[in-house]
């Protein structure tokens, strides 16, 4: 919970180097009650000074336990110690050897959970600041133009690679550092997946995501947006009529999940794929300047607490809601989302009913939400994932006023690619069945990695399985393995 | 982009237009359809296929022109490129020998259906086509649908051309004229649809319906989409479009299709003032045919 009270943490002078800072320094960010009326970032990125002050805090500790931390192994030290001396150029060449999209991971990684928990410094003070000090790595970059990134022979192999998540564009990357062809197809209009359509604008610019996407594609990679696969060629096709030596599966979990009770399909219920799809990749918020509408009304409950859920909860206050609530079956300590998002909704004035589930939604003549139906809960023994079990109380129905109603439950993988690709496993939840290490799938040739593998995870673990999925077509492709090994 | 190699007006504010996308031409197949974007600011809207040429890579759509992006768009000519065109979506009619087929169209539902009675009557059946519309000027594919069909009725709500009468009337006749019909295909607005259903359930004549519920993605993402039919709810963008239509409940659609009422009302008066000032154009207020259940 360290990073819960680390945001209330005054900034600390800049203090000599040779001196423990214990204090990360704070980000600066737009006050809430400006925030709640406009799309932009909400944390502003730290200046150059501020960065190199933050990177001086760091004890360069020989065994780097931040590192094993790091799903995808960026040398975290050397990189700090680049930018403690200001060579930014140098910290972002040192960041990119390893993570492809820095300016995406400095800001969404759930760096609490990962570098930062295992941080030497953690332990009797405020870890190191290491997704800040990234991000400003990785912005620089984008703001002075791009390093070149050394790129291999061409091999004359050529990949298809399925979906440009934060997986597929890691892998397509990778395989293009390489020496391969990487041709990614994407089913929407942008490349980017969830960090296009999902995670909101003022948690992530869309802008930086693109200019991210617009740095790989100089590696050589080719992305063409609009095309389905499964619904054009289907993967058998485009390895035996398209000519591609192997395929690389990163579909995401795009499916949404529902709560199947009463009243769902009213008027005003959302899945949070819908609603936030509306908002960040269609801009709707930008309504009528950009065509693509969204309803909210004065009050709204998001069910979940995920990072999706609370991504909806203040999409919701910046679309004008009045009242934004998170509606959860757990209690607080389970909230699985990234404790700097929930701390910002609160701040934001998002609310929170804990052990709370929604039994059915009520309408009126016209089908629009008039109200939500709850049950409380209590928690009970603990269940397969070690938190407590919320269980209900029987009698205990009330009815929430409310206009909207957003399901952020969770999402499942898209069936289609599954669905039309002979001889690919998958789980019973829908999952395609691969290994955890080399990404290959039952199928030679085809390997997958990322959500559409793992389920609902995080950008990092997708991007950590399209490298590894990388090394091991290209140890495919010069037949050093085989897939089935 | 996606050029438009030909535009024809078929009707008043219904327009064909042939577009150019090889791989999308390639796979499709009738009852599918496609989601296309004017511009970067642009919806993403569906429309259905209603023709496809493998050899000229082309897609054709037809669309009637009832808010603001099928207006943009009508306004598009031949040459003009939209921004985004991804298909082709959804599930195929099931085509096969069932024997003697209807297929109804209605207003620009006519567009729609006759791919799939041009497949099914290839595939041996007997088709018996009906087109409606409401006046005679917005008949079209007259010409198309008597060689797809093996036998064609064309009426009109007002009578000014054929017959006079809704396509339910003629559908009743033909229904009672022979015995041997199994299947009824039905696409056009969500009252005509309905209203065939309320029918063919009283002959116990199974029915196909396309649904047009309003979609952003349509690969199954954002649930926008989704009918409740026979009871469950589906996402009509990779479950269908099409569906058992006497499964369908046409209450919830209908409702649903108005969510956004306001905003689009807003939107299209806003186009409509903003293309006033530019080019005075006379598009204004022509077009209040909006079959598309209001
Ligand atoms: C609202 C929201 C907030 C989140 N916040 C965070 C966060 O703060 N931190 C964090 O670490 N993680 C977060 N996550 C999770 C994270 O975004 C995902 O784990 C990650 O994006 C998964 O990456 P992926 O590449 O596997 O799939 P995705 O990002 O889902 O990309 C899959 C892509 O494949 C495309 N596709 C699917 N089917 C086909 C097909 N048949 N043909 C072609 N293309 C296809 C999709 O359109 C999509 O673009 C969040 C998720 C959501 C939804
Ligand atoms: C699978 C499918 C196939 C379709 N095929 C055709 C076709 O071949 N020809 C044709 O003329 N029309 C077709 N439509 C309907 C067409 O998509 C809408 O008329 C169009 O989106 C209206 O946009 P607008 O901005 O001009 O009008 P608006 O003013 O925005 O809307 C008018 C009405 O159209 C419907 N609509 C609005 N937005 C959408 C959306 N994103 N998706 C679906 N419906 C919407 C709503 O019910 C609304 O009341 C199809 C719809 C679906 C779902
Ligand atoms: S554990 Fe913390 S202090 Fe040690 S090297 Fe890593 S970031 Fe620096
Ligand atoms: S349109 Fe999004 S799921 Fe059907």
């Known amino acids: 919970m360290d990073a819960v009270i680390e945001v209330k943490i005054m900034t600390t002078e800049y203090k000599n180097k040779k001196t423990l800072v214990p204090n990360k320094y704070d980000m600066p960010v737009q006050e809430p009650v400006q925030r709640i009326k406009n799309f932009q970032e909400v944390a502003l990125g730290y200046d150059e000074e501020t960065a190199a002050a933050e990177a001086a805090r760091c004890l360069q500790c020989k065994q780097a336990p931040c590192c094993r931390g790091c799903p995808v192994e960026v040398d975290i030290p050397a990189f700090i110690k680049l930018a403690a001396r200001k060579d930014f150029a140098g910290a972002i060449k040192k960041i990119k050897e390893k993570n492809a999209l820095p300016a995406v991971c400095g800001r969404v990684c759930p760096q609490e959970n990962q570098c930062e928990k295992f941080c030497t410094l953690g332990k009797k003070h405020n870890p190191v600041a290491i997704g800040r000090i990234e991000r400003f790595c990785a912005d620089r970059e984008l703001h002075n133009g791009a390093v070149p990134q050394e790129v291999a022979a061409a091999t004359g192999k050529k990949v298809a690679v399925v979906g440009s998540g934060p997986a597929g564009l890691t892998c397509a990357a990778d395989l293009a550092k390489l020496g391969h062809k990487a041709t990614v197809f994407e089913a929407l209009h942008v490349a980017g997946g969830v960090l296009m359509y999902g995670i909101p604008e003022f948690r992530l610019p869309k802008a930086v995501v693109q200019e991210e996407v617009e740095n790989l594609k100089k590696l050589g990679i080719d992305i063409r947006v609009n095309a389905v696969v499964g619904k054009l060629a289907t993967v ?46 269609m801009k709707a918020y930008l309504f009528p300047g950009y065509d693509t509408p969204i309803r909210v009304g004065r009050k709204v409950a998001v069910l979940g607490g995920g990072n999706v859920a609370m991504d909806s909860a203040r999409t919701a206050l910046r679309l004008g809601a009045e009242e934004s609530w998170i509606v959860y079956r757990r209690s607080r300590v389970e909230l699985p989302a990234r404790h700097e998002e929930i701390e910002h909704a609160e701040e934001e004035g998002v609310k929170f009913r804990f052990l709370t589930s929604p039994t059915r939604i009520l309408y009126n003549d016209d089908y629009w939400v008039t109200g939500m139906e709850c049950l409380r809960y209590e928690l009970g023994e603990a269940d397969d994932s070690g938190r407590r079990r919320p269980v209900p109380i029987k009698g205990s129905e009330f ?86 090994s | ?228 039919v026979g009871g469950e709810t589906k996402f009509a963008c990779v479950d269908g479009p099409e569906f058992d239509g006497h499964q369908v409940d046409f209450a919830e659609m209908a409702r649903r299709a108005l969510i956004y009422k306001p905003q689009e009302k807003l939107s299209l008066e806003r186009y409509l003032n903003e293309s006033e000032h530019q080019c005075g154009c006379s598009h204004r207020g022509e077009n209040n045919d909006n079959r598309v259940q209001k």
């Open chain 1, 236 to 281: 058998d096709e485009l390895m035996e009529k398209d000519g591609f030596d192997a395929v690389f599966i990163g579909t995401g979990a795009g499916l949404p999940y529902f709560m199947k009770i009463p009243g769902e399909n009213a008027c005003g219920v959302y899945s949070a794929n819908e609603f936030l799809t509306r908002t960040n990749l």
């Open chain 1, 399 to 484: 009815v929430i006023d409310v206009d909207t109603v957003v399901v952020a439950i969770g999402q499942g993988p898209n069936p289609l690619v599954p669905r039309t690709t002979n001889g690919l496993e998958c789980s019973k939840k829908g999952n395609i069945i691969a290994d955890p290490e080399t990404g290959a799938t039952s199928k030679p040739g085809v390997f997958a990695g990322g959500d559409v593998v793992s389920g609902a995870a995080t950008v990092i673990l997708a991007m950590g399985a399209g490298r590894k999925a990388a090394n091991s077509i290209h140890a495919y492709l010069s037949g050093q393995t085989t897939t089935n």
């Open chain 2, 1 to 228: 982009m996606y050029r438009i190699n030909r535009k024809e007006v078929l009707a008043p504010s219904v327009n064909l237009f042939e577009i150019k996308a090889p791989a999308v031409a390639e796979k499709a197949r009738p009852g599918q359809f496609v989601i296309l974007r004017v511009d970067s600011e642009g919806e993403r809207i569906p429309l259905t296929i209603a023709d496809f040429d493998r050899e000229k890579g082309a897609i054709t759509c037809v669309f009637q022109e009832v808010g603001k992006t099928t207006r943009v768009l009508g306004a598009l000519n031949e040459g003009d490129s939209v921004k985004d065109f991804v298909g082709p979506l959804g599930e195929p009619s099931r085509i096969e020998y069932y024997g003697h087929i209807v297929c109804v169209g209605g207003g620009v539902g006519v567009a729609p259906v006759y791919p799939i009675a041009r497949a099914l009557k290839e595939a041996g059946n007997k088709v018996t086509g009906i087109i409606g519309a409401r006046t005679g000027e917005l008949v079209f594919w007259e010409d198309k649908m008597r060689a797809a069909c093996s036998e064609l009725r064309v009426t009109t709500d007002d009578g000014s051309y054929a017959g006079k009468g809704f396509v339910t009337d003629v559908l009743t006749e033909v229904i009672k004229e022979s015995n041997d019909i199994v299947l009824c295909i039905a696409i056009g607005p969500l009252p005509m649809m309905r209203a065939v259903c309320n029918l063919t359930r009283e002959y116990g004549l199974k029915t196909v319906v396309s649904l047009n519920s309003i979609m952003v993605d349509g690969t199954g993402m954002c649930g926008s989409c989704r009918v409740t």
